[in-house]
């Protein structure tokens, strides 16, 4: 499975982006796909991560009410709807692939390239 994100970028505080993770190759109902989050000097993290094939997610605490995953099984994409960013949310961030729902990285065995987000005070 190849994964593609995208849609990072400058935002104030307060603001939103979405960020979106095209797969390609074979996806499986069963997968399970994450986002994670590496900022400066610190462990990449686990934020958040759903099914394809049903409507279960979990997130990290520290973005619950602000961030949401969703996925279009159509366009095989999945996406991160960020609102509210703050400057910690400050990251690169990175979807994954895995075959179990997990926030644990071990768990995620491919991964897309990083997509800068930056959010000002």
């Known amino acids: 499975v190849q994964l593609q994100a995208s849609g990072g970028g400058l935002v104030q505080a307060g603001g939103s982006l979405r960020l979106s993770c095209s797969a390609s190759?074979?996806?499986?109902?069963?997968?399970?796909m994450g986002w994670f989050r590496q900022a400066p000097g610190k462990e990449r993290e686990f934020v958040a991560a759903t099914r394809w094939s049903r409507a279960s997610t979990i997130y990290t605490d520290s973005v619950k009410g602000r961030f949401t995953i969703s996925r279009d099984n159509a366009k095989n994409t999945v996406y991160l709807q960020m609102n509210s960013l703050k400057p910690e949310d400050t990251a690169v961030y990175y979807c994954a692939k895995a075959n179990s729902l997990s926030s644990d990285k071990r768990e995620y065995n491919s991964w897309g390239q990083g997509t800068q987000v930056t959010v000002s005070s």
């Open positions: 190759g074979r996806i499986f109902s069963s997968h399970i």
